[in-house]
């Protein structure tokens, strides 16, 4: 008789002083109504989280994202439609996201990008490149008209993700979430002045590259994020994830900068509030 080894429940981060979730989830973590978002930002909040952004990567999500941050002050939220969706960005989706992008709890339009990953993996049920770069362009246009930051997913499309970011308008500012291109592109997005943004992928023992690129985006331009309930870090990967474990990913960043955690936690929620336009 054989067992599976039983996964190993997560248990928080030693608290940092402060740092913030630069992009989750707080829909797919299972948060549905204020309470759940609230429990969910109190067991954050005990492990020195001071604010998320959740990001809603559909019309539906984002509405729920929209909510979530009307539930909570620690809570922000970024309203699109995700790249593999990119053809269910109809007339009346545009409205709605609109409406959404519109709302003072709204601080960024995103996840919008592009994603040649699931194109290959799933063709029927993914978006083609044509389609997600129309899609990207109209987001693009959405958050210079708001004058909100540009949120990015890129998923093995770095060239084509480029070239297309590359017409921006002028002022946009743009994040790059879950940041894991080769090193090159790290250094082009700083050159172009764009947030990066890590997540517990950096972690992970093989993707000795991504932390040279961490160790290498300058202080006021780097983030953390868990993209929860996705991308748990070390030493708990596979497991579910939630903002509480950013902590994990933050102390990872701090430590091949060669910097104090505690410090480094406090740059980055500074980061993320000036990306995000906070007060708080
Ligand atoms: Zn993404
Ligand atoms: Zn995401």
Redesign the pocket.
Known sequence: MSRKKPRPTPVPPEPLAEVFDA?THLASCGAGDAASVRAIMDRAAAAGVSGVCT?G?GIGEAELALEAAHADERVVAACAV?PTKAHELTDDVRTRLRGLVADDRCVAVG?T?L?TYWITHDPEGTAPLGVQEEALRWHMDLAAEFGKPLMI???EADEDLMRVLADAPAGLTVML??FSSPLDVALEAVDRGYYLSFCGNVTFKRNEELRQAAARVPEDRILVET?APYMTPEPFRGARNEPTFVGYTARLLAEVRGVDPDEFGVALSRNARRLYGLTM
Do not use: I, L, M, Y
Request: proline residues 0%; negative net charge; aromatic residues 0%.
């Open positions: 992009h990001v990567d995700h996840e990008g994603d997913h890129n998923r979430h879950c993209d």
